[in-house]
Nanobody, 124 residues
Framework: QVQLVESGGGLVPAGGSLRLSCAASGRTLSSYTIGWFRQAPGKERESVAAVSWSAGNTYYADSVKGRFTISRDNAKNTVFLQMNSLKPEDTAVYYC?????????????????WGQGTQVTVSA
């Protein structure tokens, strides 16, 4: 079992920045990939970014490339999502999730463990 706890969401004006954190516990994450997903009201959950813990491979959705950066702190078992140049369309509940394996390109259905989510609201 892997337990995930997100934090760092909030309300920010367009153009602002936020850093989300995902603290993981329960298992050694060396063989896992951690992904960030988001879900806006009335929309499907979509992948935002992912990182393989051991290899450091990363994935970004086209909509966030150049604005968001995913990183990890091995000592703290924590994954971060730095979000810059935020837009109103980035408004959503953001979730982190974990899956066994190093492939960063899988969708939400392939992730077994999920956090509770954190709300990000970007005002126009």
């Amino acid at each position: 079992q892997v337990q995930l706890v997100e934090s760092g969401g909030g309300l920010v004006p367009a153009g602002g920045s936020l850093r989300l954190s995902c603290a993981a516990s329960g298992r050694t994450l060396s063989s896992y990939t951690i992904g960030w997903f988001r879900q806006a009201p009335g929309k499907e959950r979509e992948s935002v970014a992912a990182v393989s813990w051991s290899a450091g491979n990363t994935y970004y959705a086209d909509s966030v490339k150049g604005r968001f950066t995913i990183s990890r702190d091995n000592a703290k078992n924590t994954v971060f999502l730095q979000m810059n140049s935020l837009k109103p369309e980035d408004t959503a509940v953001y979730y982190c999730a974990a899956r066994s394996g190093i492939n960063v390109g899988y969708g939400a259905r392939n992730y077994a463990y999920w956090g509770q989510g954190t709300q990000v609201t970007v005002s126009a």
